[in-house]
Every structure is written in structure tokens, then in C-alpha cells.
């Protein structure tokens, strides 16, 4: 199975651009914070962030393990999925993991430590359940798994998918894993990826049936990045350049969750 990366905190100091939050995601229930000025300094010190880079390179390889079922609370599902890809081949794994190496020195730099969910794309699994089961034994402040859509052709666009409210399961980190998924809709936005207008409200989703999301006892958000189906979608997901504006969008959410807002019951 795969280990897990874990790199300590360093002290350099970062400044990010702030999100831009200009629109009102639909689902905005509390006051908006303002979006943050600086975040200069290390203003994540002493938290822990979860990447989790969708999928594997080698999943496809390894269909009876990655197929085996496994509880995810509100039922059974697949270990893991090969993932989706661009129509000329660019895999969801590889796009989730290049973006999760991008996010790392980001949140590495504003004090975070970090930890990813599989230290290479070329392997299989970990399943959902492990993935899951990281977060939780890290202590995790956030959990963002990064994913790409394989939608309709003609779709285009980002969605963030947050848990829904599951007795037992999810009714503890609902509320603050949609504050998570407000703050990175918003610092998306700053990306040229516009909202989902094929699937999901206004760029978000309410799913009870991903495993890492009912399994998570810390905040977690999905964040599909865009339509790997869609060839304009599918040119900006596999730019670096675009990748580098994906990963500052994470760092940002991030922030602005663990700094701004409500801490609830989060620390
Ligand atoms: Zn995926």
C-alpha cells in the first residue's frame, strides 16, 4: 500500500493573491469574510492539510483490486476508479497528481504541513477508505481532494462537491466542510475555469455516496477542477500555467478558511 509523503513546515514567507469572491455562491449561509488582504507570513503554521490526488496512474492495471468493494457508510463502492481523462488521453491521475505537487511547496510555504494521500502516480489505490482513514489519522484542519470531471462533451466547468448532512456520519463536519467549499468556490473563481453549467447549483454538488467524503471525521471538500471531456476545458486543465492558478486557488481556500470566518469547532 501506499505511504504516505508527509514534509515538514518551512518558514519562508509567501504572499499569495487574495480570491476574488465578487459573486455569491448560492449556498452562502454565513456572512462572508472579507476576502483576505495578506496572508504574508505563515499564517498556516501549526495546521495540517490533506492533498488527495484522485485516482493512480497504475489503477487500470489492477481492475479485480481497484473494483473490490468496500462500506462506505451509506453503502458500497469500488475502491477506487480509473479516473476520467481528456479525449486524447491525458489522465485524471496524472492531472490530480501534478496539481497536488503544485499545491505543495504553496501550502508548505504559509507554515501548513502536508500530507498526500499516495506518494507516486505510479501505483494503485490507496482505496477510498484509506484516503479517507489519512485525513482523520492526521488531525487534518482541511481535506481537499482533486479531481477532474469526465462529463458531457458539451459541458464546461468546475464544481466543488461537499458532504451531505448523514446522521452518524457526516453531521459533525457538514457545516464546516461546506465553509470549506464556499472558500474554495470563491478562490476558484479567480481561475479563467467558469462554474459547472452541466451538473451541480451554481459550481456546487451535495453527494452522500463518495466514501471520502462519508468517511471524513475532519472537514473535506471535492474539488472538480473541470470537464476533461470538454476540449476547451481539457486545454486548460493539462497547461501548467493553469495548474499553477489551480494550486494558488487551494492555497487560498485554505487560508481564508482557517484564518477567516467562523472557527466553529474546527481548533
Ligand atoms: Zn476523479
Known amino acids: 500500500m501506499e505511504s504516505t509523503v508527509t514534509t ?6 509567501t504572499v499569495l493573491t487574495p480570491a476574488t469572491s ?12 472579507a476576502p483576505t488582504t495578506t496572508t504574508a507570513g505563515a499564517p498556516l503554521v501549526g495546521r495540517t492539510v490533506v492533498l488527495d490526488p484522485g ?22 463502492k469500488a475502491c477506487n476508479t480509473t479516473g476520467a481523462s481528456t479525449n486524447d488521453g491525458y489522465a485524471e491521475a496524472t492531472f490530480t497528481w501534478e496539481v497536488g505537487q503544485r499545491t505543495v511547496p504553496l501550502l508548505e510555504a504559509l507554515g501548513a504541513k502536508v500530507v498526500l494521500t499516495r506518494s507516486d502516480n505510479d ?31 458539451q459541458g464546461r466547468g468546475f464544481h466543488v462537491i461537499f458532504p451531505a448532512v448523514v446522521p452518524g456520519l457526516t453531521d459533525d463536519i457538514a457545516t464546516e466542510s461546506q465553509r470549506l467549499a464556499e472558500s474554495l468556490h470563491a478562490a476558484y473563481r479567480a481561475t479563467e475555469m467558469p462554474i459547472a453549467d452541466y451538473i451541480g447549483v451554481e459550481g456546487f ?63
Open 8 to 13: 515538514e513546515p518551512i518558514t519562508t514567507t
Open 22 to 33: 465578487t459573486t455569491n455562491p448560492a449556498i452562502t449561509t454565513t456572512a462572508a469574510p
Open 55 to 76: 485516482h493512480n496512474g497504475m489503477n487500470w492495471a489492477h481492475p479485480e483490486e481497484i473494483g473490490r468493494e468496500v462500506d462506505i457508510g451509506t453503502g458500497t
Open 123 to 153: 501505483g494503485w489505490g490507496p482505496c477510498i477508505t484509506e484516503r479517507a482513514a489519512m485525513g482523520n489519522e492526521a488531525g487534518a484542519d482541511a481535506v481537499i481532494s482533486i479531481h477532474a470531471d469526465g462529463g458531457p462533451e
Open 205 to 267: 454538488s451535495e453527494r452522500d455516496d463518495l466514501g471520502g467524503l462519508t468517511l471524513s471525521d475532519v472537514p473535506v471538500v471535492f474539488l472538480e477542477a473541470g470537464n476533461m471531456r470538454n476540449k476547451t476545458d481539457a486545454d486548460l486543465l493539462r497547461d501548467p500555467g493553469f495548474q499553477d492558478s489551480i494550486a494558488l486557488a487551494i492555497a487560498d481556500a485554505v487560508v481564508e478558511f482557517l484564518t477567516s470566518g467562523l472557527r466553529a469547532d474546527n481548533r
